[in-house]
T-cell receptor, first 115, second 115 residues
Framework: DQQVKQNSPSLSVQEGRISILNCDYTNSMFDYFLWYKKYPAEGPTFLIS?????DKNEDGRFTVFLNKSAKHLSLHIVPSQPGDSAVYFCAARAVGGTSYGKLTFGQGTILTVHP | KAGVTQTPRYLIKTRGQQVTLSCSPISGHRSVSWYQQTPGQGLQFLFEYFSETQRNKGNFPGRFSGRQFSNSRSEMNVSTLELGDSALYLC??????????????FGEGSRLTVL
């Protein structure tokens, strides 16, 4: 039962253009959504998050949009840079307060930004 | 502030053996979680420890176990290794305070290969 899904295994964009990574979820109990970036041979690093009470959160070149009715979130990177090439994971935390350490991750999307 | 430290980084075992992986969280972080990453599966939650107690457990067989020490350091053990246990095992720590948004801080992982 994949509660968080990233249906695009890979995405290729040109430097300077927008990258849009998508994520769908099924569990209505998720209250926080996060994006992580992972380079080869490194652990995932936190990128940006959004609370379920918001529909948008922006941090520099990165913006996350949340559509609760559609159970869909997306990460926009503008402008994309070659250094953004990595695997991006969408993750979600269920409301309840006892599961601080438990996130449900999607399968990841490999982003390649071409110079 | 030092990050999450995992040892060993790489190891090779044969089927039927057992393995122990170690994790030192960020100083002051009392929650330690473990995840398994395999190609195409994203990160799968194994378990979370807080104050030496297991707080959450994922859907893995009993061969996977863990513990946490009084200094918050954690170990995970996999007994009777199977080929399918080959994966990157990631440890993450969290301050686990109220208002925490779910952000986890990951180590670089321990790459286990089972032959």
């Amino acid at each position: 039962d994949q509660q968080v899904k990233q249906n695009s295994p890979s995405l290729s964009v040109q430097e300077g253009r927008i990258s849009i990574l998508n994520c769908d979820y099924t569990n209505s109990m998720f209250d926080y959504f996060l994006w992580y970036k992972k380079y080869p041979a490194e652990g995932p690093t936190f990128l940006i998050s959004i609370s379920s009470i918001k529909d948008k959160n922006e941090d520099g070149r990165f913006t996350v949009f949340l559509n609760k009715s559609a159970k869909h979130l997306s990460l926009h990177i503008v402008p994309s840079q070659p250094g953004d090439s990595a695997v991006y994971f969408c993750a979600a935390r269920a409301v309840g307060g006892t599961s601080y350490g438990k996130l449900t991750f999607g399968q990841g999307t490999i982003l390649t930004v071409h110079p | 502030k030092a990050g999450v430290t995992q040892t060993p980084r790489y190891l090779i075992k044969t089927r039927g053996q057992q393995v122990t992986l170690s994790c030192s969280p960020i100083s002051g972080h009392r929650s330690v979680s473990w995840y398994q990453q395999t190609p195409g599966q994203g990160l799968q939650f194994l378990f979370e420890y807080f104050s030496e107690t297991q707080r959450n457990k994922g859907n893995f067989p009993g061969r996977f176990s863990g513990r946490q020490f009084s200094n918050s350091r954690s170990e995970m053990n996999v007994s009777t290794l199977e080929l399918g246990d080959s994966a990157l095992y990631l440890c993450a720590s969290s301050p686990r305070t109220s208002g925490n948004t779910g952000e986890l801080f990951f180590g670089e992982g321990s790459r286990l290969t089972v032959l």
